[in-house]
């Protein structure tokens, strides 16, 4: 079953991650304007208590805004939990015993 609201990607230990897809922020000392990467990490029960349980992934997106550059061009990313990640060593092997007779 796919996960579509904000509890249920809370519940599950689901990340969110939004960075800034604007690409600028003007400055108001010079004519010429920067890239903002303004990139954050948000907290899932906040999103929730603020939002709501039911509030649709889908909609996140357009109810943020950068505070940085003040954009509301944003990227939001979600990172599932991983399950059944191995280490960089892989599976434990068992010792090998030796016989002695």
């Known amino acids: 079953m796919p996960v579509e609201t ?3 990607a809370c ?5 969110v991650t939004v960075r800034c897809a604007d690409g600028r922020t003007e400055s108001p000392r010079s004519q010429s304007s920067r ?3 303004y990139r954050r990490e948000l907290d899932m029960e906040t999103l ?3 939002r ?6 889908a909609r996140l ?4 805004r950068c505070p940085r550059c003040g954009s509301r061009y944003v990227v939001v990313l979600y990172e599932p939990p991983r399950r059944g990640a191995t ?10 015993r030796s016989s002695t007779a």
Do not use: Y
Not at 61 to 64: K, M, T, V
Not at 87 to 96: D, E, L, M, T
């Open 48 to 50: 929730v208590w603020t």
């Open 61 to 64: 997106e357009s109810r943020l």
């Open 6 to 8: 904000l509890g249920e």
């Open 87 to 96: 280490s960089i060593a892989g599976p434990r092997s068992q010792p090998v």
């Open 52 to 57: 709501g349980w039911a509030f649709p992934l």
């Open 11 to 15: 519940s599950q230990g689901w990340r």
């Open 35 to 37: 890239e903002c990467s």
